[in-house]
């Protein structure tokens, strides 16, 4: 993969991912499904965030994704982190978009994987979820593969047979 010129992170998006927010900094704002729980963060980053938004025309949802996307196409990861950390409901979104660009680079993948997807944080949308978990159980799949090699003289390297396998498992099965 090519890396293109490396896209800048606001820097208040560095600045709110270090810090840690006090109590009278702490907004809530409950969201519409129980199971994301109130989405706490400071009310100093959200000024900053729309300010921003405000001024660059954008949207404030599209410039996330788009630019979370261009962090992961770059292999940004700390970029995409510190972006998405006050947006983990778009998490799983970036997950299911992402995963055709690293088709053949089984470590990267797994790299997303722990940046963008987390069980324990479910998913609004069924169909999403299903997705995503099924992308995750088809790496695991092709990981513990890896992990456990036949006796073949000739056996490919682990990181061969895991992408192999993961590729086999993209094309025979179902979601």
């Known amino acids: 993969l090519h890396r293109a010129t ?11 991912a270090k810090e840690h927010f006090d109590e009278e900094a702490v907004t809530t704002v409950p969201t519409d499904t129980p ?3 109130p989405l706490r963060t400071g009310t100093a980053f959200w000024n900053e965030f729309f300010t921003f ?8 949802l599209e410039f996330v ?4 996307l261009q962090f992961i196409k770059d292999r940004e990861l700390d970029k995409a982190r510190a972006l998405l950390e006050h947006f983990g409901p778009l998490k799983p979104l ?4 992402s995963w055709e660009l690293f088709d053949g680079h089984f470590e990267f993948r797994e790299q997303v994987v722990n940046l963008l997807w987390n069980r324990r944080h479910h998913c609004s949308d069924s169909h999403m979820q299903s997705s995503c978990d099924h992308l995750v159980f088809q ?6 593969y890896s992990q456990n090699p036949t006796d073949l003289p000739d056996a490919p390297p682990p990181h061969h047979t895991a992408n192999s396998v993961l590729n086999q498992l993209q094309r025979h099965s179902f979601p």
């Not at 938004?53 to 404030?60: L, T, Y």
């Not at 994704?65 to 979370?68: A, D, I, M, P």
């Not at 790496?139 to 513990?144: K, N």
């Open 94 to 97: 970036l997950f299911l978009v």
């Open 6 to 16: 490396s896209v800048p992170l606001p820097p208040f998006f560095e600045k709110h």
């Open 65 to 68: 994704l788009t630019r979370g």
């Open 53 to 60: 938004i405000r001024v660059s025309g954008e949207h404030c």
């Open 139 to 144: 790496q695991t799949v092709a990981h513990w």
């Open 35 to 37: 199971q994301h729980g």
